[in-house]
């Protein structure tokens, strides 16, 4: 089993909808939990952490945390297409490593 | 400047040959890693280091290793290339937790590696 798993997609959504994207993780004593942004070509850049179960928001995203099930999500909102790219979940496990799903590439259609 | 700098940024090599990345911060973090990236298979964690003393290996080390020369620096080699460590290989780092830090890993640009 992967430490971190994410749908690798594609996923398309329709501009102006949200787009949704999960991940799950097997390390229960995980810290913190990430999502990072890629453009094809550039490195990855945080757009959102969440240490606490519960929701975080800001702005358009909101990333969203349940420990007891071991998931995480990322909900955009608004969806515009510049927010097409691949979403990479992160986790920083119980032995202070850091841990990459392997990306869910979404597609926001005009 | 970029605060995590790689170099070098492109490079092409045969197999068997010996390889080194260089990874060098100017954002003064005790922690680096190097990553590789393959397509669909997101960031692979190859090894990560806390401090100058402390390597640890990550998901896929075998193949590959670290030197930690200074905090500022950490060099990732591969004795002995084969082709399929072609792949984007990226240095990042972070602050470490007592620091109240969000943990945020910050990346360089990236070095990609052909193996022939």
């Known amino acids: 089993q992967k430490e971190v798993e994410q749908n690798s997609g594609p996923l398309s959504v329709p501009e102006g909808a949200i787009a949704s994207l999960n991940c799950t993780y097997s390390d229960r004593g995980s810290q913190s939990f990430f999502w990072y942004r890629q453009y094809s070509g550039k490195s990855p850049e945080l757009i959102m952490f969440?240490?606490?179960?519960g929701d975080k928001e800001d702005g358009r995203f909101t990333a969203q945390l349940n420990k007891a099930s071991q998931y995480v999500s990322l909900l955009i909102r608004d969806s515009q297409p510049s927010d097409s790219a691949t979403y990479l979940c992160a986790v920083r496990s119980s032995a202070s490593k850091i841990i990459f799903g392997s990306g869910t590439r979404l597609s926001i259609r005009p | 400047d970029a605060d995590v700098t790689q170099t070098p940024r492109n490079r092409i090599t045969k197999t068997g040959k010996r390889i080194m990345l260089e990874c060098s911060q100017t954002?003064?973090?005790?922690?680096m890693y190097w990553y590789r990236q393959d397509p669909g298979l997101g960031l692979r964690l190859i090894y990560y280091?806390?401090?100058?003393?402390?390597?640890n290996k990550g998901e896929i080390s075998d193949g590959y290793s670290v030197s930690r020369q200074a905090q500022a620096k950490f060099s990732l080699s591969l004795e002995s290339a084969i082709p399929n460590q072609t792949a984007l290989y990226f240095c990042?780092?972070?602050?470490?937790?007592?620091?109240?830090?969000?943990?945020?890993?910050?990346f360089g640009e990236g070095s990609r590696l052909t193996v022939l």
């Open positions: 990042a780092t972070s602050a470490p937790n007592d620091r109240a830090d969000t943990g945020e890993l910050f």
């Open positions: 969440i240490y606490s179960n």
């Open positions: 954002k003064g973090h005790d922690r």
């Open positions: 280091s806390f401090d100058v003393k402390d390597i």
